[in-house]
């Protein structure tokens, strides 16, 4: 046996890769009223309606995962007039619940997915009774069960053995293992500071009472040495009003953030995951209670990776003697990982309040990713584009204008080995922005958009 020990040699490779400790499904009911607006109609019954969900919170504690988010709810609906109008009504229904996974602690990193099962809106009863009630026709009742999918991952260092030689007659057995390996990560404290202007019908701030705030990230920018990372922060303010009979009132704000992270080993076209949540947050009555400053400190993570297939043992055999040790450690396997580039195009009316362009002047554009899907060999993207677009308006003074616009877009990018079931990635950029004047209105707007996606299988 120590002659075997002696001849031997044992060729390892680091490897620093996500690790999965556990992953679970869970059902989620998720039941709330939508108000229809007092400008739209009473409704007469839903025709249809589409709903999605977007995780705002995620939180690791002992042996579960607590979830929350936002259901957004759009219905089309008929109105109780003679002409039976067709109209749309939005709303947000917030929810709360948690994945149970034994095993799991505070410090491990969870990857959430939810998907709507079941969608209901139907006419909701009249509420109440007497002075302030509620009329039927004027609230949509929604009952939703959503799919939450939780897998709770931890970077691990480990060694694996990729090559056995040196005796006589060894038998070795080798299989290949694709998969995500992690190049470096970081995590950046940032402070955002916005002065949020109060809406001029809302009366004056006397004192902020509470507030609600979520983070989300926007886009993800890998260059040498350091990961970009921008997003927007919605706030909620609630406030007591500078009147004598000091009622409570509620502002709405979207505060946009700009930070990096520093992360040694990343180079442009990796894959990067990031993500940000609000540690504290503190809100000052500005001048004349017509502001509020908000001083929101950050949390940001960011991670980077790249696929890379190694040969690793495991098994060796054909040497009386010999004794062979395992570890079983279970990993994300990467099964591929594909790059496609689009244009999206799109007519922009501009609002009659405003003139008709001479030029356009400069076209800022932010992607956003809504939903991803696997479906065998493909992997689909949905996502919004934000447009901000400056022109020199047709006037005799040749001032600039400012046109905002959102557009949706889908598309997809080929990777042979996904199948449903899978998990995916997907990160992409806008490459150019440009944009035709033509008559001065509509005016025609077009974005290059580059897409990178990697389907994974644990």
Do not use: W
Not at 18 to 29: L, R
Not at 50 to 59: A, D, H, P, Y
Not at 143 to 161: G, N, S
Request: net charge negative; glycine share 8%.
């Amino acid at each position: 046996m120590s002659q075997i020990r002696q001849q031997l040699i044992v060729t390892r490779e680091p490897l620093r890769l996500e690790e999965v400790i556990a992953e679970g499904t869970t059902q989620q009911n998720v039941i709330g009223i939508i108000t229809v607006p007092p400008q739209k109609p009473n409704v007469t019954q839903v025709i249809d309606s589409i709903g999605q969900v977007t995780i705002t919170k995620v939180t690791v504690v002992p042996n579960k995962v607590l979830v929350e988010g936002i259901l957004s709810v759009k219905a089309i609906y008929e109105a109780a007039v003679p002409a039976q109008t067709v109209h749309v009504v939005h709303g947000d229904i917030a929810f709360a619940g948690f994945v149970e996974l034994p095993g799991v602690e505070p410090d491990m990193t969870a990857q959430v997915t939810a998907e709507i099962e079941h969608l209901a809106v139907d006419v909701g009863a009249q509420t109440g009774g007497g002075e302030g009630s509620c009329p039927g026709g004027r609230t949509l009742e929604v009952v939703a069960i959503l799919r939450l999918t939780a897998r709770v991952v931890r970077t691990v260092e480990l060694e694996v053995v990729t090559e056995v030689t040196g005796v006589e007659g060894l038998v070795v057995q080798r299989e290949a293992i694709r998969t995500e390996v992690t190049v470096g990560e970081g995590e950046r404290q940032a402070v955002v500071q916005s002065t949020v202007p109060v809406p001029p019908q809302k009366p004056s701030v006397a004192q902020v009472i509470d507030f609600l705030a979520t983070a989300r990230v926007t886009e993800v920018r890998p260059l040498p040495n350091k990961v970009i990372i921008e997003g927007e922060i919605d706030i909620k303010i609630i406030y007591e009003a500078a009147v004598p009979t000091q009622t409570v009132h509620v502002m709405h704000a979207t505060i946009p953030f700009h930070q990096f992270v520093d992360v040694p080993g990343v180079q442009p076209g990796m894959m990067v995951v990031a993500d940000v949540s609000i540690e504290h947050a503190t809100f000052d009555v500005g001048s004349e209670g017509r502001t509020v400053v908000a001083r929101i400190i950050l949390m940001l993570r960011a991670r980077v990776t790249r696929t890379q297939t190694i040969n690793v043992v495991v098994n060796v055999t054909g040497v009386p003697g010999l004794q062979v040790e395992f570890a079983t450690v279970r990993v994300v396997e990467a099964r591929g990982q594909g790059t496609t580039q689009s244009i999206v195009r799109e007519v922009v009316d501009i609002p009659e309040t405003k003139p008709d362009a001479v030029q356009i002047l400069d076209i800022r554009t932010q992607a956003r990713t809504r939903r991803i899907i696997v479906v065998p060999r493909k992997v689909i993207i949905e996502g919004t584009l934000q447009q901000k677009i400056m022109y020199e308006g047709r006037t005799f003074d040749q001032a600039v204008h400012v046109v905002e616009h959102t557009t949706d877009f889908s598309d997809f990018v080929v990777i042979p080995e996904a199948a449903p079931g899978m998990r995916a990635q997907a990160s992409f950029r806008v490459e150019f922005a440009t944009g035709d004047v033509g008559t001065g209105d509509p005016i025609s707007v077009q974005d290059g958009i580059g897409h990178t996606s990697g389907a994974e299988k644990p």
